[in-house]
Antibody, heavy 120, light 111 residues
Framework: QLQLQESGPGLVKPSETLSLTCTVSGGSISSSSYYWGWIRQPPGKGLEWIGSIYYSGSTYYNPSLKSRVTISVDTSKNQFSLKLSSVTAADTAVYYCARHVVDWDASDIWGQGTVVTVSS | QSALTQPPSASGSPGQSVTISCTGTSSDVGGYNYVSWYQQHPGKAPKLMIYEVTKRPSGVPDRFSGSKSGNTASLTVSGLQAEDEADYYC???????????FGGGTKLTVL
């Protein structure tokens, strides 16, 4: 059973860079059938797609966040990572990593989510 | 403001049917058959319920069904059960620039 697990600091200072890693277990990240993505949910609000990456390294970003986002993949560790720079309080959210099925254009497996608070 | 528009709330009694709408544009919902629906219980990760407008992943009850007409997609939950009470989000492929957009979510209450 494939599982995803987010990890990283739960508290980030304003203007600094948020860094999260998603570890994939029970399956390989190097599959042509999937993208690997990040989605966030501010407290009490809806879901927002941040971006996705293919195992080859091709990336796709939300245009509204593109200038601040970098997503990378490490196939040797079966991990992919998110960096979001120049954070503000508006970036406080639960951050989810997810597997996105290419043929379905839908995310079928999600991590449990990790809370990131931006505060001094 | 979310790219796709959903009603903030919906409700129904056990056994009844309820339909949740998701309105977009010809650049997302209306332009592609890549609408999906997610169920989210409080404090939990979203769960995929419908993909490609009408298809159900393995394990999702057939009480959940999806459809689309023009720029509006719909999720219908038939035979409502207490455990269906949750937030529901639609999403759609939105082309090579925006890629993937979500609706604002609908809170479904089982009365």
């Amino acid at each position: 059973q494939l599982q995803l697990q987010e990890s990283g600091p739960g508290l980030v200072k304003p203007s600094e860079t948020l860094s999260l890693t998603c570890t994939v277990s029970g399956g390989s990240i190097s599959s042509s059938s999937y993208y690997w993505g990040w989605i966030r949910q501010p407290p009490g609000k809806g879901l927002e797609w941040i971006g996705s990456i293919y195992y080859s390294g091709s990336t796709y970003y939300n245009p509204s966040l593109k200038s601040r986002v970098t997503i990378s993949v490490d196939t040797s560790k079966n991990q992919f990572s998110l960096k979001l720079s120049s954070v503000t309080a508006a970036d406080t959210a639960v951050y989810y990593c997810a597997r996105h099925v290419v043929d379905w254009d839908a995310s079928d497996i999600w991590g449990q989510g990790t809370v990131v608070t931006v505060s001094s | 403001q979310s790219a796709l528009t959903q009603p903030p709330s919906a409700s129904g009694s056990p056994g009844q049917s309820v339909t949740i709408s998701c309105t977009g544009t010809s650049s997302d919902v209306g332009g592609y058959n890549y609408v999906s629906w997610y169920q989210q219980h409080p404090g939990k990760a979203p769960k995929l319920m419908i993909y490609e407008v009408t298809k159900r992943p393995s394990g999702v009850p057939d009480r959940f069904s999806g459809s689309k007409s023009g720029n509006t997609a719909s999720l219908t939950v038939s035979g409502l059960q207490a455990e269906d009470e949750a937030d529901y989000y639609c999403s759609s492929y939105a082309g090579s620039y925006n890629h993937w957009v979500f609706g604002g979510g609908t809170k479904l209450t089982v009365l």
